[in-house]
């Protein structure tokens, strides 16, 4: 029997990757084995763990991870701390394959863990570009590491292939994400209110706003100016979820939760939503807003609007119903001004998704369980 390690370190990741651990999990020809990581295990960030066991997924390992202070090298000993805990947990665990997806810090110490036990790597969501974060050297280090490629756009998979790996290796699958709005049962809207304690009536959005890792002004300057932005329109209704562990989050998280507390009747923040409650959301609120990944590949087929802000997502591939704007208060002001109007909302209506592609988790599947593992860890590079 295959045993098919799958590692997720974020409740954003892991709402990704749920429904691929279920068709592994299912399969009478595989095992899988699952580790949880980073802010999956603190407190602050919602012990979100619990919502992989809650799916009824058994969590072979956790490996914790140092809670990063806000600068590099917390990061950087964080990451030490979790390179010595998941060599353990490879060892014990002898998976004959890992799975990993994106271009978290905490992704990179996996792919280079596995690497060196000679552990093939599957990776999903590789060639993107996103010139605002050093996810985007991160990626393109575990595509290197990795033996077998899942893109979410053909030009991913022609970047993929343009980094050296094997074509016949690198498949075109679409979005998890994407697949996941249409999968998952969605609440109703009175369910969802009564989760929520909260009124999702007249124009409301849902922010989230991460720390730019390679900006040029700092995480409080820039949350500053949404918080000002969100101030100008004093009818708008407000959801909030927290920041990533990347450093800056803590500032980030601490604005945030001051600007509820007094705004408290139009404004909710949120540790976690889970996935189920995230895309329910998106069936409500007006638009979203913010610099999440989430903005330009799942949130398009939601038919409604994206108002991406700063330099986070520069590169990725997006979609018509995005409105990119600088991360100033006046930049932010006007595109909330172009993403509320009933114009624009209309015309998302009308929009194509490019991450949309039938069957993912299954694609993925279909070769993760049935790849000759023999050849995978020995690559040549392939020469364009």
Known sequence: MRKICVVTGTRAEYGLLSRLMRLIDESEDCRLQVIATNMH????????????????????????????????????????????????????????MVVILGDRYEMLVVATVAMLQRIPIAHIHGGEISEGAVDDSIRHAITKMSSLHFTSTEEYRKRVIQLGEQPERVFYVGSLGVENLRKVPLMGKSELEDSLDFKLEGQSVLVTYHPVTL????????????????????????????????????????????????????????????????????????????????????????????????????????????????????????????????????FCKTTINPYEKDGTAESIFKVISIYPLDDLIQKSFYNL
């Open 41 to 96: 295990l603190l407190p602050e960030y919602g012990n979100t763990y619990k919502e992989i066991e809650k799916d009824g997924f058994r969590i072979d390992a956790k490996v914790p991870m140092r809670k990063p202070t806000d600068d590099f090298y917390g990061v950087i000993t964080s990451m030490a701390e979790e390179m010595s805990g998941m060599n353990d947990a490879f060892r014990e665990l002898c998976s004959d």
């Open 215 to 346: 900006g040029d002004r700092t995480p409080k300057d820039e949350i500053a100016d949404l918080l000002k932005a969100l101030d100008a329109f004093p009818c708008l209704r407000v959801l909030f979820t927290m920041p990533n562990s990347d450093q800056g989050g803590e500032e980030i998280r601490a604005a945030i939760e001051e600007y509820c507390a007094r705004n408290e009747k139009r404004c909710r923040c949120f540790k976690s939503l889970g996935l189920r409650r995230y895309l329910s959301v998106l069936g409500y609120v007006t638009a979203v807003v913010g610099n999440s990944s989430s903005g330009l590949l799942e949130v398009p087929s939601a038919h409604i609007p994206t108002l991406n802000i700063g330099d986070r997502q520069k590169g990725r591939t997006r979609g018509a119903s995005v409105v990119d704007v600088a991360s100033d208060e006046t930049s932010i002001i006007a595109g909330l001004t172009k993403v509320l109007s009933l114009d624009f909302r209309a």
